[in-house]
């Protein structure tokens, strides 16, 4: 089956740090731009950064810059989203996507543009963070 798996997710204190990891399941990240995604209770989901497989660029909404660093493993097949000085604003379900277009998926990760159309999506890992 071909699938996105994330992992990482937990409770931690305000101020603390986590790192995310999203390995494919079926495939291999090469040729794609794979995103990270979050969604808070009540909340719309927001881009969270995102990578592009075949040189590693990154690219982030300018709220997120600072606090969250995507980087890819290529031997490993594994993207990670590293989280720190964590808020509890942070609280969310952070997910994994990845799509074969990077155009789209940087637009998606801005927010220019609706997330719904990338090729894959994991089923999300929870964040917690508290105060």
């Known amino acids: 089956e071909v699938q996105l798996v994330e992992s990482g997710g937990g409770l931690v204190q305000a101020g603390g740090s986590l790192r995310l990891s999203c390995a494919p399941s079926g495939f291999t990240f090469d040729g794609y731009a794979i995103g990270w995604f979050r969604q808070a209770p009540g909340k719309e989901r927001e881009g969270v950064a995102c990578?592009?497989?075949?040189?590693?660029?990154?690219y982030s909404p300018d709220s997120m810059k600072g606090r969250f660093t995507i980087s890819g493993d290529s031997a490993k097949n594994t993207v990670y989203l590293q989280m720190d000085n964590l808020k509890p604003e942070d609280t969310a379900v952070y997910y994994c996507?990845?799509?074969?277009?990077?155009?789209?998926?940087?637009?998606?990760?801005?927010?220019?543009?609706?997330?719904?159309?990338?090729?894959?999506w994991g089923k999300g890992t929870l964040v917690t963070v508290s105060s």
């Open positions: 996507a990845a799509d074969r277009d990077l155009r789209y998926t940087i637009a998606a990760i801005l927010g220019h543009i609706t997330a719904d159309g990338m090729d894959y």
């Open positions: 990578i592009d497989s075949s040189d590693g660029s990154t």
